[in-house]
């Protein structure tokens, strides 16, 4: 069993939906959790980032997270074409070489 | 600011080949990350460094070797490339401390034939 299990759809949604994405992981030393947004063919970047349970919100962006569960989502309020990426979650213990550990990747298309 | 690059873009081995994937970033960052991305794996820590001269193995070092000679560059290397290491390699960086962002580059698509 994977560390961290993400859905690797594809989701497709039509523009202006709400989205949401989810990961859940098992080992309890994660401490940080992160969201980064990979276009086709293009490096990760980090989208958002979250330490405590509870939601974080970055414009249209919500990062949650619930350490109780082991269960993080995030959710895209006004999806727009713009949107369409592999979203990855991560999440990191504490350990010496700030390793991440990732999701599988879930594939969003946002439909105009 | 480049940021993190990587050479070369593209590369077609057969197996048996060797060959150096290199990866530069001038962000003075201490640490320093190699990935393969396959479908539906994520990404997989292969090896990285927190510092020049020092390396660690990640999830998946086999087949796989690294140096760190000089802190703004990691090369990672295949003796003997197998169909296996088909993937995209990305490589990243970040600050020492904890939990700070990694910044990736653009990635390596290698296949072995």
């Known amino acids: 069993q994977k560390e961290v299990e993400q859905d690797p759809g594809p989701l497709s949604v039509p523009e202006g939906a709400i989205v949401s994405l989810n990961c859940t992981y098992s080992n309890s030393a994660f401490q940080y959790f992160m969201w980064y947004r990979q276009y086709s063919r293009k490096g990760p970047e980090l989208l958002m980032y979250?330490?405590?349970?509870g939601n974080k919100e970055d414009g249209r962006f919500t990062a949650q997270v619930d350490k109780s569960s082991k269960y993080i989502s995030l959710f895209i309020r006004d999806s727009q074409p713009s949107d369409s990426a592999t979203y990855l979650c991560a999440m990191i213990s504490n350990n010496a070489g700030n390793m991440l550990t990732f999701g599988g990747g879930t594939r969003l298309m946002v439909k105009p | 600011n480049a940021g993190v690059t990587q050479t070369p873009k593209f590369r077609v081995l057969k197996t048996g080949q060797s060959m150096t994937l290199l990866c530069a970033q001038d962000m003075n960052h201490e640490y320093m990350y190699w990935y393969r991305q396959d479908p539906g794996m994520g990404l997989r820590l292969i090896h990285y460094?927190?510092?020049?001269?020092?390396?660690a193995k990640g999830e998946v070092p086999d087949g796989y070797n690294v140096s760190r000679l000089k802190k703004q560059n990691f090369l990672l290397g295949l003796e003997s490339a197998a169909p296996s290491q088909t993937s995209v390699y990305f490589c990243?960086?970040?600050?020492?401390?904890?939990?700070?962002?990694?910044?990736f580059g653009p990635g390596t698509r290698l296949t072995v034939l």
């Open positions: 979250t330490y405590s349970s």
């Open positions: 460094s927190v510092g020049e001269g020092t390396t």
């Open positions: 990243a960086s970040t600050s020492r401390g904890p939990y700070n962002e990694q910044f």
